[in-house]
């Protein structure tokens, strides 16, 4: 069965990021990918989705519709707000970068 990727998808996404954003401080620059194992350990598949964009991306536009881009592009979002939360929770400090 083929999984199913569109707007809906992107939204729940997004949603799940809303809620995760008002348990941890705003972000005021960029920080390295540590922390907490928990938080340490979700960045690493942040960093294959970022991976996955940018290979999906030099397929060019035809290759796979637009929501698939924005997808991967907010679950990479998700990911890194689930590593900050974890952290925040685990009062690991974020180390600017």
Do not use: Q
């Amino acid at each position: 069965e083929k999984i199913v990727v569109n707007d809906e998808s992107v939204t729940r996404l997004e949603g799940w990021i809303d809620r995760l954003d008002t348990e941890i401080p705003p972000l005021r620059h960029f920080i390295l990918s540590d922390g907490c194992p928990a938080g340490a350990s979700l960045h690493l598949p942040r960093t294959v989705c970022r991976r996955a964009e940018r290979s999906v991306l030099l397929l060019g536009k035809e290759a796979v519709e637009p929501v698939v881009v924005v997808y991967i592009n907010r679950l990479s979002d998700l990911l890194f707000t689930m590593a900050r939360a974890a952290n925040h929770g685990a009062a690991a400090t974020e180390t600017p970068w």
